[in-house]
């Protein structure tokens, strides 16, 4: 097969290709983030898509746009999850065998809705690179086609149809924000988008604890980074694409970094704002907009929400780390004297504070405490910052020795 270059006439081509194979997901308004921000705000919901995320595309394109023959022993892909299920669904629907590998940390519920697509699923590698050269070396001895998660011209065109979609149902675009890992979507995206509309503003985001698209464009070089713990861990990638770095450099006009609080505070924002339910990953362009990453920005401006496959475990973490960066719950501990009522007088001043107990932990045993004195570690529902604040004011006025935790 020829070299495939990356161009819009290659977007256009996907786009006949995905046409009624994927949803034309919606490009929904949201009030309340529009009020937030101070200029119009729209959300693409590929969280929505048929798998959950946007990967769906690019596999779909790669393997249809393929001769069946080449097919013929099957395909072999690695993948955190997102990408997984995206091979596997197009591979199903098209009568091929798929072979994935995934790290062995992948969340069980990802691991499943893989299999459940008919796929083999090969759990190895403590993360996705490790998992990526297995899947490589085991598609070299087996003599399958190997499908690139994001490093690939026609998975990138398959990719880029977003944009197109979103030019349709929203011409006047003036910002659009993408989230990063490898680089595909962004490429794909920018590819299409510049062509029709140069004056589009398109940033890329990703998380501070995987910056490897941020790092090789202000350094110029392809490098490995030291991956962080992130909650974004579909665009959590040690190395920048190839392919997708130069295009990234030409047609995007700038990259930005969001904190671990600043994805877990989108997420929860997301759902109760909006009902929508987005991973990691999908999240950071709120982000980005909600913490002020992104400057100068005007006009009508789409956030991309790449996906929604969050584990339910991993979604209370994250629900209760950003109802703790929102002042939402307040962690407290407090030394007071072991005297009988005590306990009741404080959760009198709380009551009084208008302060929800949520959980409560007396513990007279701790090293260092004065003798005939207690520790009391406290989580308390709060209506947010402001109430918290009045919460420590009232707690301080009563003589009360607080230490709020993390």
Do not use: W
Not at 241 to 250: D, Y
Not at 277 to 288: C, F, I, K, N
Request: glycine fraction near 10%; charged fraction near 20%; proline fraction near 4%.
């Amino acid at each position: 097969m020829e070299p495939i270059t990356l161009n819009y006439e290659l977007v256009l081509e996907a786009q006949d290709r995905l046409r009624k194979r994927v949803r034309h997901t919606e490009l929904i308004s949201s009030r309340h983030f529009s009020q937030q921000l101070g200029y119009p705000l729209l959300l693409k919901c590929e969280n929505l898509q048929t798998t959950g995320a946007f990967k769906l595309r690019g596999a779909m394109n790669f393997m249809t746009a393929r001769d069946r023959s080449e097919l013929a022993q099957g395909v072999t892909a690695a993948s955190a999850g997102n990408h997984a299920q995206g091979v596997a669904y197009a591979a199903d629907l098209l009568g091929v065998a798929a072979k994935i590998f995934m790290p062995e940390s992948t969340p069980p519920q990802k691991v499943q809705a893989t299999r459940d697509l008919g796929a083999e699923v090969v759990l190895t590698g403590a993360n996705f690179d490790e998992s990526f050269a297995a899947a490589q070396a085991d598609s070299n001895r087996s003599g399958t086609v190997f499908i690139h998660p994001f490093d690939d011209p026609l998975v990138m065109a398959g990719q880029g149809t977003i944009g197109l979609e979103i030019l349709k149902d929203l011409p006047d675009i003036a910002n659009l924000l993408v989230p990063i890992g490898g680089g595909g979507l962004l490429a794909g995206i920018a590819t299409a988008i510049k062509e029709h509309n140069p004056q589009v503003r398109i940033i890329g985001v990703e998380s501070a604890a995987a910056p490897c698209m941020y790092r090789a464009v202000h350094d110029n070089t392809i490098a490995e980074v030291p991956l962080g713990t992130t909650i974004a861990d579909g665009i959590a990638v040690k190395k920048a694409g190839q392919i997708t770095t130069p295009i990234i450099q030409n047609l995007v006009d700038d990259l930005v970094l969001v904190e671990e609080e600043e994805i877990a505070l989108a997420i929860v924002a997301l759902l109760e704002k909006s009902k929508l339910l987005v991973e990691g990953a999908g999240a950071v362009p709120l982000a980005a907009l909600l913490n002020g990453r992104a400057k100068g920005i005007r006009g009508k401006t789409v956030c991309l929400l790449s996906g929604g496959n969050i584990d339910v475990r991993t979604l209370a973490l994250v629900v209760e780390r950003g109802l703790l960066a929102a002042g939402r719950y307040l962690k407290l501990r407090i030394e007071m004297q072991d005297t009988p009522g005590a306990l009741a007088h404080l959760a009198t001043d709380l009551a009084e504070a208008k302060a929800n107990i949520h959980d409560i932990t007396h513990d007279r045993r701790t090293k260092g405490l004065v003798m005939g004195t207690t520790a009391v570690q406290l989580l308390l529902e709060t209506r947010g910052q402001e109430h918290a604040h009045e919460v420590l004011g009232l707690l301080a006025k009563r003589g009360y020795s607080v230490t709020t935790e993390q």
